[in-house]
């Protein structure tokens, strides 16, 4: 099977990052598998500054020292795609009344991703590429694929 490549919604980043309950041990187990390399995850330079701005509470300067350390830490095995003014100029013409989804989704199809993993249940669904939220993504990849992450007691 050819690594998945995965482009992450902000929601996954932030429940990992800051271990929001319930949903942090299964972005956990997405980043651990992308940590060693079994699938290609991706964010946009535009989700950064969001990123930054939710988990520093708006901006306070106390929190981005943290912040920026857990990005730093992020980026070993999350890769950032670039935005560009023609991917801006098609967000700001897009009838979605999402703009960012539409603009996660035109950036899915421009670099070739697999999946878009969210946790956003309103997430339109689109048949132009695959959405899952992480236990959905998994469940897939053991239904379609036959791949199992599930823990093995001991």
Not at 86 to 106: F, G
Request: charged share 30%; hydrophobic share 45%.
């Amino acid at each position: 099977m050819a690594l998945q490549k995965l482009l992450l919604d902000t929601n996954i980043i932030i429940d990992f990052l800051h271990r929001r309950d319930p949903h942090f041990e299964e972005t956990r187990l997405l980043m651990l598998a992308g940590r060693v390399g079994e699938f290609s995850l991706w964010i946009t330079a535009s989700q950064v500054a969001d990123i930054i701005y939710i988990l520093t509470n708006g901006g306070n300067k106390d929190k981005v020292p943290e912040v920026l350390e857990k990005l730093r830490a992020l980026r070993l095995f999350v890769n950032v795609y670039a935005v560009t003014d023609a991917d801006v100029d098609n967000v700001l013409a897009t009838s979605w009344s999402d703009p960012e989804d539409a603009l996660l989704v035109d950036l899915a199809l421009k670099m070739k991703a697999d999946a878009i993993i969210t946790r956003d249940e309103d997430f339109p669904k689109t048949d132009m590429i695959r959405v899952h939220d992480c236990p959905g993504f998994f469940k897939w990849l053991e239904e379609e694929k036959g791949i199992s992450y599930a823990e093995i007691d001991f």
